[in-house]
């Protein structure tokens, strides 16, 4: 089974940087198609990135390209999430999530597609 747990989350002012990491055990990390959900207040999760099995594809939705990015470490078996100039709007619970036995190059853009969640990191931007 495998578990994820973020950190890193935080209060900080627009424009600032934060970077969001997630821990994943219990399954060989390659096995796994992972990304990252916002879920703001009142209102539903939404992807703002993900990432193919071996970290060849990547996929942003505007609101967020050019200011986050999404990555990897295999050895550590850890998930980042930089974000940079940070806007109020970026404001919200953010969770880790993973997909096992993907297919290779795929990012899957669905909430649906990600069963496995960890328990979310809150992110609160304030102007």
């Known amino acids: 089974q495998v578990q994820l747990v973020e950190s890193g989350g935080g209060s900080v002012q627009a424009g600032d940087s934060l970077r969001l990491s997630c821990t994943a055990s219990?399954?060989?990390?390659?096995?796994?198609?992972m990304g990252w959900f916002r879920q703001a207040p009142g209102k539903g999760r939404v992807l703002v990135a993900g990432i193919s099995q071996f970290g060849g594809n990547v996929f942003y939705p505007d609101s967020v390209k050019g200011r986050f990015t999404i990555s990897r470490d295999t050895a550590q078996r850890i998930l980042y999430l930089q974000m940079n100039y940070l806007e109020p709007e970026d404001t919200g619970l953010y969770y880790c999530v993973a997909r096992d036995k993907p297919l290779k190059t795929y990012v899957y853009p669905k909430l649906d597609s990600y069963p496995i969640w960890g328990q979310g990191t809150q992110v609160t931007v304030s102007t």
């Open positions: 219990g399954e060989t990390f390659d096995n796994l198609a």
